[in-house]
């Protein structure tokens, strides 16, 4: 997963789900998605390993651009969206399926 992410975005956030840890250490996981995607030749600076998710959330959040796209994906669908809809550094543009807005970060 990590090798196929390096190949399709510019930045990877890897998070890990804390309640599936398959018996490993908190972080664990989001270090061997780390190790392929460095293994697969992308650059350490385009990687962040980031727990628990909402601080992954907010890391993507406060990372991206205007006219970036931003691929979440996420376990708690709910906590997120509410998460994304009241980012404070954005501005709203349009709205979403449930009628919120739908905001995108100014460049700056």
Not at 64 to 69: I, M, Q, S, V
Not at 83 to 95: L, N
């Amino acid at each position: 997963m990590g090798a196929i992410a390096s190949r399709i975005f510019d930045v990877i956030v890897f998070k890990e789900d804390e309640q599936e840890l398959r018996g490993r250490a908190p972080g664990a996981i989001a270090g061997l998605l780390r190790e392929g995607a460095l293994t697969a030749g992308c650059a350490p600076g385009r990687i962040h390993a980031v727990c628990p998710e909402k601080e992954a959330v907010d890391v993507c959040l406060r990372l991206a651009r205007e006219n970036d796209l931003v691929v979440l994906t996420v376990d708690d669908v709910e906590a997120v969206w509410r998460q994304v809809t009241g980012f404070g550094g954005a501005t709203p543009s349009r709205r979403g399926p449930d009628q919120t807005h739908v905001r995108h970060l100014r460049a700056g």
